[in-house]
C-alpha cells in the first residue's frame, strides 16, 4: 500500500500549485480521499475532503473557494488544485484515503508547499 505526493514547491502569494497522490496496493476508488496540511508548531488539519461514489466534497473554511479536491480513480490518483495561494497556506501536505472510519487509513509521506514572496 501507498501514497506518494508531488507538485509541491515555493510560490509566491497569489500564485498556484496542483498536488498529485497516487495511489497503489488498494482498491482507491472505494476509499475517502482526504488532503490535511500541517505548519510548524500547529496540529495537523483537515484541508479538503472527497467522498467515494458520491464524489461530494468538503472544504476547510479557510480554503474554500480557493483550492479544489478531486480524483481519477481510472488512474488510482487524486489532485489538489490550489489557487490564489497566501503566506498562511504554507504547510507540508498530506495525502490520506480512509475506508470504514479509517479501520483502513493510508498516509502519504507528505510534500510542502511555502508561499513567500
Known amino acids: 500500500v501507498q501514497l506518494v505526493e508531488s507538485g509541491g514547491g515555493l510560490v509566491q502569494p497569489g500564485g498556484s500549485l496542483r498536488l498529485s497522490c497516487a495511489a497503489s496496493?488498494?482498491?482507491?476508488?472505494?476509499?475517502?480521499m482526504n488532503w490535511y496540511r500541517q505548519a510548524p508548531g500547529k496540529e495537523r488539519e483537515l484541508v479538503a475532503a472527497?467522498?467515494?461514489?458520491?464524489?461530494?466534497?468538503n472544504y476547510a473554511d479557510s480554503v474554500k473557494g480557493r483550492f479544489t479536491i478531486s480524483r481519477d480513480n481510472a488512474k488510482n490518483t487524486g489532485y489538489l488544485q490550489m489557487n490564489n495561494l497566501k503566506p498562511e497556506d504554507t504547510a507540508v501536505y498530506y495525502c490520506?484515503?480512509?475506508?470504514?472510519?479509517?479501520?483502513?487509513?493510508?498516509w502519504g509521506q507528505g510534500t510542502q508547499v511555502t508561499v513567500s514572496s
Open positions: 472527497m467522498f467515494p461514489y458520491s464524489g461530494v466534497t
Open positions: 490520506n484515503a480512509e475506508l470504514s472510519g479509517k479501520v483502513y487509513d493510508y
Open positions: 496496493g488498494f482498491t482507491f476508488s472505494r476509499y475517502t
